[in-house]
């Protein structure tokens, strides 16, 4: 079973709108990972926030932890349409191991 | 662009053959986890090499096997192929950090079809 869960499966807003997305997991972890993936194509790292952090950004993207809920948020800030692809959480519990949720899939509508 | 190349990108196998796929690890890099990922789910883990050794595996069968040789590199191999094989596969590379943990660097992608 997947040690992450994104919430929603699915979401869609205009072009300017923010879009948040959740993660939650099942295990204490040493840090958490955001990732992009474009259709049918590699995945991109977008962030990475550690156990000790509880927020984190970079431009337009807002990263919240809370361990004690094991979950996490993803804000995306001022929507573009380039925006558009499927968002995933990795949680890294072992060395090097990082283990995915079935993502969420963001569409910006122009 | 990552630095991390996959090949091929596309093929197609018929069920009961054996595939190969390929990967070269960004510059500076000395792991490599592969996952495999069915549509329209996520990544599924199926190991890692660090350093030429097999370092953890997810809940795939023997007939997955892989290899990482000196420059790095690595390998994807599946044996009697079955049609739920079907799947983009995903190599990443990563520079072990000291906790054992740091981003990956994917490439773009192996997509099997198995008819």
């Known amino acids: 079973s997947q040690q992450g869960e994104e919430d929603p499966q699915a979401l869609s807003i205009q072009e300017g709108e923010n879009a948040t997305m959740n993660c939650s997991y099942k295990?204490?972890?040493?840090?958490l990972q955001w990732y992009r993936q474009n259709s049918g194509r590699g995945l991109v790292h977008l962030i990475l926030?550690?156990?000790?952090?509880r927020e984190k950004h970079s431009g337009r993207l807002r990263v919240t932890l809370d361990t004690s809920k094991k979950s996490s948020s993803l804000l995306i800030t001022a929507s573009r349409a380039a925006d558009t692809a499927s968002y995933f959480c990795?949680?890294?519990?072992?060395?090097?191991?990082?283990?995915f949720g079935d993502g969420t899939t963001l569409t910006v509508k122009p | 662009e990552t630095g991390v190349t996959q090949s091929p990108t596309h093929l197609i196998k018929t069920r009961g053959q054996q595939v190969t796929l390929r990967c070269s690890s960004q510059s500076g890099h000395n792991t490599v986890s592969w996952y495999q990922q069915a549509l329209g789910q996520g990544p599924q883990f199926i190991f890692q090499?660090?350093?030429?050794?097999?370092?953890g595996r997810g809940n795939f069968p023997p007939r997955f096997s892989g290899l990482q040789f000196p420059n790095y590199s690595s390998e994807l191999n599946v044996n009697a192929l079955e049609l739920d094989d079907s799947a983009l596969y995903l190599c990443?590379?990563?520079?072990?950090?000291?906790?054992?943990?740091?981003?990956?660097?994917f490439g773009e992608g192996s997509r099997l079809t198995v008819l």
């Open positions: 295990t204490s972890i040493n840090n």
């Open positions: 926030i550690r156990s000790n952090e």
């Open positions: 990795a949680t890294d519990t072992n060395a090097g191991k990082s283990t």
């Open positions: 990443a590379s990563s520079k072990r950090a000291g906790d054992g943990t740091g981003e990956l660097f």
């Open positions: 090499y660090y350093r030429e050794e097999e370092n």
